[in-house]
């Protein structure tokens, strides 16, 4: 299962998970260097998929991008 960090609210992470149910996971669950918009692996350890991640990022940056253009 894959899930977006939407935020953080003190001891949690309020994650997006890919049925677009919106669960909290306590901070220590999670790697230390996780933050908002990275795309987690969430399976008996949370990981953070850097590839999904990047691709994820680009394309809103795209999307902002031919916004304003």
Known sequence: ?????????????????????MVNI????IP???KEGD???ID????INYV????RKSNIEKLTKDLWN
């Open 44 to 47: 008996n350890i949370i990981t």
């Open 1 to 21: 299962m894959t899930g977006i960090i939407d935020r953080f609210e003190g001891e949690f992470a309020v994650v997006e998970l890919e049925n677009m149910k």
């Open 32 to 34: 230390e260097e996780a």
């Open 52 to 55: 999904e991640t990047k691709k």
């Open 26 to 29: 306590e901070k220590g669950k």
């Open 39 to 41: 795309v987690l692996n």
